[in-house]
């Protein structure tokens, strides 16, 4: 029969054997866990992404929509700005061309009188060389 040295080899070998056959199962099974684990946080990585993705482009498309409705609202602000400044320009340099137009009108009418005077005072003092001569025959004749 087998002595205790041989029955506590035997438990040896079994006992490592046994050990031995648990740890490649576990490792076997570890390994499988490992392999799902990594597919499946893979795969939630690729879906976070999706979505992330997703919303990213979402909210860049309503960046995009908000940015040019603020843009064409500050540009037609601006647009009204510049034309009432041009407007008050207009009415500024309208006024001004007024008075110019009736500085130019006075100075106009003043000139036609200045002619007409000019014409006036010629007539007159021909006038008065005409009766100066017709005198002086006058003159000549009575004495």
Do not use: C, P
């Not at 390994?31 to 990594?38: H, Y």
């Amino acid at each position: 029969m087998l002595d205790s040295q041989d029955i506590k080899l035997l438990q040896n070998m079994i006992t490592t054997t046994i050990a031995q056959e648990l740890d490649k199962r576990f490792n076997e099974q570890n390994r499988k866990w490992e392999q799902k684990l990594d597919k499946r946080f893979d795969e939630q990585d690729r879906k976070w992404e999706q979505k992330l993705d997703k919303r990213f482009d979402e909210q860049d498309k309503k960046w995009n929509i908000n940015l040019h409705r603020i843009l064409d609202q500050r540009f037609a602000e601006s647009e009204n700005m510049i034309l009432e400044e041009l407007d008050r320009v207009e009415i500024r340099l309208g006024r001004r061309i007024d008075n110019l137009q009736k500085s130019m009108d006075a100075v106009n009418e003043f000139y036609r009188i200045s002619l007409l005077e000019k014409g006036n005072l010629q007539l007159l003092e021909e006038r008065v060389d005409s009766l100066e001569n017709r005198l002086a025959v006058i003159e000549k004749t009575i004495a």
